[in-house]
């Protein structure tokens, strides 16, 4: 299941290294701070594919940015659903 992880640092600094933990980890960017579309409550997200509860990976995320002394203010995670890819969705009606 792919699960999407939204943060925010206390800071507002660094996600360069928060990115990193979290690569190391097994996920993958999906948006920075600095992105037009980055909502300012949360600004960064990642994403990926794991088998936990998205409640059990966004505590364990936390932990792990605590532990790095990124002093991580909110995280939240939700289960993502990949829809059709728009051609087949076209071709279908």
């Given amino acids: 299941m792919w699960t999407l ?3 925010a640092l206390a800071e507002g600094t660094g996600y360069g290294t928060a990115f990193e933990i979290l690569r190391q980890a097994g996920f993958r960017v999906h948006q920075v701070p600095d ?3 980055a ?3 949360m600004p960064a ?6 088998l936990q509860d998205p409640a059990v990976v966004s505590r364990a995320v936390f932990e ?3 532990e790095a002394r990124l002093r991580p203010v909110a995280v939240a995670g939700c289960e993502i659903g990949l829809g059709r890819p728009r ?3 076209l071709a279908s009606r």
């Fill in 87 to 89: 051609a087949a969705a």
């Fill in 39 to 41: 909502c300012s409550a």
């Fill in 64 to 66: 792990a940015l605590a």
């Fill in 45 to 50: 997200a990642v994403v990926a594919d794991v």
């Fill in 5 to 7: 992880i939204r943060f």
């Fill in 35 to 37: 992105s037009p579309r």
